[in-house]
């Protein structure tokens, strides 16, 4: 999970659950796909409870980052070819 | 010949012995160290090998709490092990997920995506029952309000008796 930290990301939720994050990102952005825990996105395997909704706004990805101690956040990063990537996906 | 076949049976044996993961969560709860090491000490005791996962902090209570690994084996940080069991590089018997908070059913949850293990939820905190009517996904809950005391998660561990399936 180092690489997502050393990612320029902005937190859009903290504290939430990760339904809370699903229905966010669901709610929020018209574009979204669902993957499975496991998924690799920055090159980082995914954590959550399937199914997992990642949102797209444009360049920026929108996902959700899970760690032991501080719960799920929401997180934003610019990255033209990820988002792509995962667009080509849906 | 006999020699030979002493052999492949110890081959076997290895072969066979079945593995468990512990995937730990946040250590803030007392109770988890304790019944981490409760639960090592009865998969040795069955013959099951016990690999630990989490993160720097969790991880360190057990190595400092038992110094000469009487009972802690492998070690793995969280991310690696997830990496390597979604990579199917490994994969194990049964998976114990360490759970009082909503990241502890994400991981759980993963693991029941990624592993082909049996899955358990070791669910404690004062809030352990909210927790409980959040999981949606199969596992086996082992659950109890435990926080300081360990017994009630003790004697809830020993009714499931997770290490004689």
Known sequence: MGCIESLPY??????????????????QFRESLDVQPGFKIFDTHIIGVPPISI???????????????????LLR?????????????? | ?????????????????????????????????????????????AGISPVVAGNRSAVTLLVVADPKRHYLGETLDLDRAIDQITEKKRDFDLCFVFIHNDA???????????????????IYGEHYDKIV?????????????????????????DEVAPWAV
């Open chain 1, 55 to 73: 949102g797209l706004d444009g360049d920026f990805v929108i996902f959700p980052f899970t760690k032991p101690c501080h719960g799920t956040f």
């Open chain 2, 133 to 157: 009517s959040s999981i949606e996904f199969p596992c086996i809950n082992i659950a109890a309000n435990a926080v300081h005391n360990p017994m009630p998660l003790k004697k809830m561990l």
């Open chain 1, 10 to 27: 902005e937190v859009i939720m903290r504290g939430g659950s990760f339904k809370e994050c699903r229905d966010y990102v669901r709610k």
């Open chain 2, 104 to 122: 502890g059913v994400s991981y759980a949850a993963t693991m029941g995506v990624i592993s082909k293990a049996r899955l358990y939820a070791i």
């Open chain 1, 77 to 90: 990063v610019e990255d033209k070819a990820e988002a792509d990537r995962l667009r080509k996906r849906k």
């Open chain 2, 1 to 45: 010949m006999y020699k030979n076949r002493g052999l492949i049976d110890l081959a076997d044996e290895v072969k066979s012995q079945r593995s468990a993961l512990l995937v730990l969560g946040c250590p803030q709860v007392p109770v988890q160290t304790s019944i981490a090491l409760y639960l090592i000490h009865r998969l040795r005791q």
